[in-house]
């Protein structure tokens, strides 16, 4: 049965005058005042349920009891609406937060007949626990003050409460710290025991009939899709509606709980969530199985990035965080459900007649989610809501509309099954057509073809000329006749330049009237007789234009669509025949002009059949290895080799049998008198139409010279480098030792990294009576030049130390400028070398506890509570300097926890990210501040870890060295007792 729109709105119109007119009854509304439900004159069996709603007491951050209450220590906070959230409560002028916990309290007035009344009362989302004046009556998780001890649950809970009073007291303890709202969600109703028991097996058999039909058609979707192996929108459609039955088990009555009664509060609510985007995801997945051309791929991709973004958040996130993003991902879904709606319209304008059926699906969910809005605020009265059975309508319509693709498609089987045949010939013509390599012959083949089942009085081949910009044709009519002309491409004013230039069909089937689609300036004239059934098909070979096919009829409707799906066929095999035709020309052509090259190139070139023999050889090839060519085509390749271990590196098994496409190496080869020859050979498979390799063409380049300076380049580097290596060992040896710093400075750490072998930063550590002495330096350049500098700063300073006593740091600076002027004989003079190093220097005294620090273009940097304390060296190096001052000296009382460090400049120089930034000191520091709670070497961990990220692929663009120790109780206990140097 196919629908058309007026049945449609018929349908949709009775659908919606059958819920309303059925509206009959509903649930007694009695509203709460000022945390007060007068019921007095409620009678239980006439009246009905009633559902508690309206203005609550409300205590926030207050667990208070019916004692509290009646002693006058509660103290009310505001009046609340109910149902509702706490979070949209304002006190003082600020909303409540999520987390928290709260009393809720009404009074409720009975008449004095009524002595027992049963509650439904729904999940609430978190905990909660009910008293009936001064006695706890229910508890749903444990609800607490903190968020330590607090569970939450799942739960709708029926209460049967005694009422020995006219005036009651229900008193609510609620508490959430999991989830995104607190407070009480949903309205709780209140009847006798037959009627709220009766209320909520409505509600679950309304559950469990829904659940039972989403079973059945899941499990029948299922096997549809097992059955056909290719139909994945009966997949899809089968996991669309379990995550449905999914979601209706965990929501409502909650039946998934009632059944596994000790599922996790967090894994349920997850699942709920998972729910949503499984279907979500599935549906959509449905209807681009179901309709493959209607959808937008840029909305596909954001829809499908979304989901899968959401379902990952949920997975890996708290119940709040993702609760919190429920919001942005209900509008998404809305905006789908849009979406969708815009696709099943263009599936309908597509003439997808299922697509009706899932239209009539969406709109009828629709209408009963609007009418349950309207129950939910009393515009109109229905004894339930009706959006579950809604649900059911509505995967069943959907059931209808793949079950009538599913017809519609073997339909269209049973019709292609039928022209099988006609495809088969295809085939067999194809065949016939690029066996020949003429033009002429390619076209009477496709002429004789074509007629074979089409009645055609004109074919006509055009192709396309870059020379003269135009399309050269050849054609023959019915009578066998041949003509050529031609078509310029600037001009617009034939069908065939359309054609070619579009690269689209022309199919026409009445000429006189259809002509002005395309040629809107062209004269027709009646008198004249026209060819009135037309077909144009461009012929393209991998995207590239080479020309037209045309057929045509002098009748006008001649050609069906099956024929222009028959000649778009032979139009892809007459592409490819016509450029084989164009390729052979050319071959030909240049067939003599390839041989002279071949015999002309430097490298020698040679080809070789499958086992490996040779079949031709050029010039170049026989003079390098001292062969005629005679000689060379009786010999194998392998025979050439020097080293017979080089054979797996051109074995061509591998080469043959495909799993490679090109082959390199290089070898040493033996030449005709003996002496042996390095060279490259780079090999290449001629493969034929299916793919195997007929011939193999190798090219030899001789590269004895460039290997053999390559080699005493390899041994001149490994000197240089041994020499480096040992250089190495000497400048480890001039800087203290581990276990030498371990002893001065108990807890302390040592990032060290050159640049390359050797280092042109250094260390330096001396304890002299009761001062230690301690210096990090940077020389000028790195590498062996800085490594060279670094000795020299390390020897001028043990003899400085050596011959005088240290009175301060500034003076120990000043001798070693002297003293590296005096060795680098910089004088000031014109051509004098620069080198030199920036150096920071200390004197740690262990008797007061003090540091006096001194630096030449380097700072002091002590961590002390958190906070950073930089002392500034003098901006000039140990150096000659065009304006020299004396060095200051800076004296620090230090305290117990400081953390003292010694840097140059290579860390905060690297290069790294993406733009090639440095590190920048700002940086640098900032990270001593955040790492300086850490123990000293977790600190050097993390500037390790932090530099590695921050370089990625940039190489190393300085020596690093950071150094930093803390002063401890048991730092100054254990250097005390140091042995005096």
Known sequence: MV???KQIINFIVLLILLTVFASCSHENEKTAKKGVLDLSSWNIEKDGIVEITGEFEFYWNNFYTYTDFHNSEAKLVTIVSIPDVWNNLKIKGKNLPAYGYATYRLKLKTNTSL????LYIPYQGTAFELFQNDKSVLKCGNPTETSKNF???RENNIIHLQLDTNVNELIFHVSNYVFRDGGLWYPIQIGNEKQIDKHFETLLFSDIFLIGILFLITVFSLILSIFRKNDYASLFFAIFSFFILLRTALTNTLILEHFFQNLPYVLTLKLEYISLTGLMFAFFYFIKFLYPKVSVKTIDYFLISFILLYF?????????????LLVPFQIVFVLSIFYAFFLIIKAIYKNHHSAKYILVGFIFVLISSLLDVLIANGLINFSFYISSYSVAIFIIFQL?????HILQVEKENINLESNLKTITQLNEIGLDITANLQIESILTVINQKINSFIQIDNLAIGLYSSDNNNLQFIGIDSVGVIRTGSDLITENKSLSVICFKNSENIFISDYSTEYSKYLPEFVFYSNIEYYQSLIYIPLKVKEKKIGVLTIQNKEKDAFTDFDLKSVENIALFASIAFDNANIYKKINSKEQELSAILETANEGIGMLDKRGYFTYVNNSLCEILGFTADEMLKLHYLSFLANKNDIRQLDFRSFIAGEVNIISSENQYIKKDGTKIWGKLSV??????KGKVEQIVGVFTDIDKLKQSELETKLANKKITASINYAKKIQTALMPTNEMLNQLFPDNFLLFRPKDIVSGDFYFAKKIKNKILLAVGDCTGHGVPGAMMSMLGISILNEIIRKADINNAAEVLEDLRNNVKSTLQQTGGKYDQLDGMDIT????????NTLNFAGANSPLVILRKNKLIEIKGNNMPIAIYRIESPFTNHFVELEKNDTIYFYTDGYHSQLGNSKRQKFSTKRFKELLVEISHYQLEEQKTILEER??????????TDDILIFGFKITEKHLIRTSNLIEE
């Open 947 to 956: 530099l590695n990220q921050w370089q990625t692929t940039n190489k190393q």
């Open 115 to 118: 002595k027992e009344i049963s």
């Open 841 to 848: 220097f200390i004197a740690y005294n262990l008797e007061d």
């Open 151 to 153: 569970s939450p649950k």
């Open 312 to 324: 990952i958040i949920i997975i890996v996130t708290s119940c709040y965080f993702s609760s919190k």
């Open 400 to 404: 209808i509309a793949l079950v009538s």
């Open 3 to 5: 629908w058309n729109g």
């Open 684 to 689: 290449k498979g001629i493969r034929n139409a």
